[in-house]
């Protein structure tokens, strides 16, 4: 359905007044969404349940519809063959798969001050998946895409309302699309899990979240760019309500640390004993490959290489590094910074967004050695 305006309409995102701590709305989003565990880190693909998790609504009922056999992809628009596709239909075509790292792009939200209020993520909403799918340029070209045809626009099966739009969730990507743009409907050699989109997702590799639409149901070619909330309203990066900002795309660089030694279960303050200490974790830029990873033991003083290895059969995923460090009795700030071969790093104080969309500030972990 077209989306619709109710009351409160064209409400701004809500930023937290100083010192406001997080609210009730913020704790319900963020007991239904999930962060990826860092230790999870470790593994290059991310087990699909440890996988973040992010849904604007709630989870539509596909799976019904696939046991009904009512399910369907349709594809119209500025095109010459209008399709339907079913599963069936979809998974016979032939698939590619593409080991993504996905990462949401509120994902640092909630360490800005002030503070937007939506999903109030730490560091946490990042995850790699093995995606499989049909290749979206195989199913344009199959409906042949018309000249005047200037924009694909994707609606998933969800359903809400946001600051005063009811709306399906919908965002739009820009023709032709990149040849590795695709519609999955396999994760990690399954079939997707029902908070990943299922039966079938857009996946965008290198660009932040938002744009890799869940539960996919409907692809139009339109012949002006889409204005919808999702694009138009939401995922801008803005200074003010009226600024109209910049849209949100590619992934910024980031380097995390999967925190070493034991966490204390309240404070979550890493505790080692003192030694040698390995460092591992992972880092991910959607403008290329990660050149360089540095470490810092003392808050950002000094800081040294890592060892950094390099993207790989796997141009869209994270790449692992480590670091020694020799942990010595007292407290100490550990702080990892990724800089990306097209020269981008991270910032040591963060520039603010009222979204607070593409925060990439380094991160910081406390660790008490004793
Ligand atoms: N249909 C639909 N697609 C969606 C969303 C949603 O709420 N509805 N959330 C988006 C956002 S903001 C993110 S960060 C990613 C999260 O994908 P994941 O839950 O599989 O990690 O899905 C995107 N696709
Ligand atoms: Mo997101």
Redesign the pocket.
């Known amino acids: 359905m077209q989306e619709r305006s109710r009351d409160g309409v064209g409400a701004p995102s809500r930023v937290a007044a100083a010192g406001e701590g997080i609210g009730q709305d913020e704790l319900a989003l963020a007991a239904r969404n999930h962060g990826l565990p860092l230790e999870a880190m470790r593994y290059e693909v991310t087990p699909a349940g440890l996988h973040y998790v ?1 849904v604007h609504y709630d989870i539509p009922d596909t799976l019904t519809e696939v046991e009904s056999d009512t399910w369907r992809l349709t594809v119209h628009g500025h095109l010459r063959i209008p399709l339907r596709l079913g599963l069936r239909e979809l998974r016979a075509l032939p698939a590619v798969t593409r080991r993504v790292t996905m990462e ?3 994902n640092g939200r909630a360490r800005l001050s002030p503070r937007p209020v939506s999903q109030p993520w730490l560091v946490e ?1 990042v995850g790699t998946a093995d995606w499989t799918g049909v290749p979206l340029r195989t199913v344009l070209a199959e409906a042949g895409v018309a000249a005047d045809a200037v924009e694909a626009v994707f609606t998933g099966a969800d359903h809400g309302v946001e600051r005063g739009v009811e709306q399906d969730y919908r965002r739009s990507l820009p023709l032709p699309v990149d040849a590795d743009v695709l519609l999955a409907h396999t994760m990690n050699g399954g079939p997707l899990p029902p908070q990943h989109g299922y039966p079938l997702r857009l996946v965008v590799p290198g660009w ?3 744009a890799h639409v869940k539960w996919l149901r409907d692809i139009e070619l339109v012949d002006a760019p889409f204005r919808g909330f999702q694009q138009a309203v939401a995922y801008r990066y803005r200074q003010s309500p009226e600024d109209p900002g910049d849209p949100v795309t590619r992934i910024a660089p980031r380097a995390l640390l999967i925190p070493p030694g034991f966490p204390d279960f309240m404070s979550r303050t890493r505790v080692v004993h003192p030694g040698p200490v390995r460092l591992r974790g992972r880092a991910w830029s959607g403008y290329g490959a990660v050149v360089r990873v540095e470490f810092s033991s003392d808050g950002g003083r000094g800081w040294a290489d890592a060892e950094l290895r390099p993207r790989g059969a796997h141009p869209y995923a994270w790449q692992g590094w480590h670091a020694d460090w020799t942990a010595t009795p007292g407290s100490h700030t550990l702080l990892v910074r990724a800089t990306d071969g097209s020269g981008r790093t991270q910032p040591l104080e963060q520039p603010w967004n009222r979204g607070g969309f593409g925060n990439n500030l380094v991160q910081s972990v406390p660790v008490v050695c004793c």
Do not use: H, P
């Open positions: 992010l949401c792009a509120g909403a932040y979240g938002m």
